[in-house]
């Protein structure tokens, strides 16, 4: 099933519906995803981009439905993670010869991963491909954004800006593009693949952003490899990932935390009610980390300007689950995220501290020495809780 994006250039990927995890386990999906390809045909004929590997049977399939493969003078490659080079084997075995177009780390990609020796042109940013009909695409390398081989590529006259990885979003619309489906949905997909993928890059993804808009392109179509294409003000995106990349926040704070005999929980609870009491405008999010997916829990996070962690004491640890969930947070390398940490124990107490030590690793800025309660906590406690929580307020 072939769309038209503009003119010459028809979108020719996956809608993968069913999808509900990505890279591995490491990311839900719950709107599923999509591989866009795109073909374009100008006095030369050029695909960028292909599906991940468990589609590229269909994928040849309904490109020899369309055209001649023998047709296609050039493939581009803009990234080569599985999910975007996955049906290249399948079409290489048709086309062997044909040029692949990529960056110099995205032959290292490839290499790789297929152990094949394909026709590599490697490119860099301001190279360009004449493709005819006085039009050209214009590679511009995006390294980092979000592997070292990443790039986009331009067509000038159409205006479109392939841009791969970024922009994109995992949300499978079978309309395709942005001003034709759900824009809460949208907005948060954007939002949790930035949050998820990005946000370790921001320092990158703001020199590319201030490199892009300084070539002072014109852009009518911005379309990612992933999600619906920005036809509609392409540039929200842009300015969207112009917020997001200058550590973001909003006026938010997230809890999370384990639990297990319900002593910690009921610590989390009293300080979002504490804190709820005293600032009406804030909004405040609990989850239990073991209950939660973590790429929503990251999101929620990465909207906020505080982060509270809690865990009871186990084996003078904290549980398995926070530490897991730590590291994951620790990825992203967010920064300017206010924290602090809290929990119960019964007999030594040491989770709170190792918490708030662990925190201060991920780059947040430690506000209060970490809440310790001792057994479940009755109402003096319960109070001196909510006095903790709301003196956060403070800083
Ligand atoms: Fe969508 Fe980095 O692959």
Redesign the pocket.
Known sequence: MYKKIKNNVDWVGFIDTELRQFHGSDFSTHEGSTYNSYLIREQKTVLIDTVYRPYSDLFVRNLEHEIDLNSIDAVVVN?G?V??SGALVALMEKIPDVPIYCTAKGVDSLQGQYHKEWNYHVVKTGDTLDVGNGKQLVFVEMTML??PD?MATYLTEDNILFS??AF?QHYASNSLFNDNCDQCALEYEALKYYAN?LTPFNVLVKRKLEQIIKLDLPIDIIAP??GVIWRDDPLQIVKRYSRWCDDYQENQITIVYDTMWEGTRMLADTIAAGISAVDKDVTVKVFNIAKTDKTDMITEIFRSKMVLVGSPTVGNDMLSSVAGFLHFFKEMKMKKKKAAAFGCYGWTGEAPAKISSFLEKCGCGIISEPLRSKWNPAQKALEETSAWARQLLTY
């Open positions: 990234h993670e999910d975007h979000h592997w990443s791969n990885d994109g993928i490899s992933h």
